[in-house]
Nanobody, 124 residues
Framework: QVQLVESGGGLVQAGGSLRLSCAASGRTFSSYTMGWFRQAPGKEREFVTS????????YYVDSVKGRFTISRDTAKNTVYLQMNSLKFEDTAVYYC?????????????????WGQGTQVTVSS
């Protein structure tokens, strides 16, 4: 069982930056592929990025490439999402998720555990 708690969301102007954190419980954090999803009002939850277990290989959806960076600190059992050059369309609730798969894992059904989400609002 893995519990995930996101933090770091907030209100930011377009062009600004935020860093989201996701703290994971459990001693097997490094054995999970970690991902970030987001869900805007009235839209489906969509994949944003993932970082593979053990290898640390990363994968991004095209809309955030070059602006977002996912990373993990195994010693702290934490995964981060650095978001730069934020756009209005990045506004959403951001969810952290953990998968037992090797990565990249880009579908909702591929993840086994989810956090509660953190709101990111980008003002235009």
């Amino acid at each position: 069982q893995v519990q995930l708690v996101e933090s770091g969301g907030g209100l930011v102007q377009a062009g600004g930056s935020l860093r989201l954190s996701c703290a994971a419980s459990g001693r097997t954090f490094s054995s999970y592929t970690m991902g970030w999803f987001r869900q805007a009002p009235g839209k489906e939850r969509e994949f944003v990025t993932s970082i593979g277990r053990y290898t640390g290989n990363t994968y991004y959806v095209d809309s955030v490439k070059g602006r977002f960076t996912i990373s993990r600190d195994t010693a702290k059992n934490t995964v981060y999402l650095q978001m730069n050059s934020l756009k209005f369309e990045d506004t959403a609730v951001y969810y952290c998720a953990a998968s037992k798969g090797p990565g990249p894992v880009t579908t909702r059904t591929g993840y086994d555990y989810w956090g509660q989400g953190t709101q990111v609002t980008v003002s235009s």
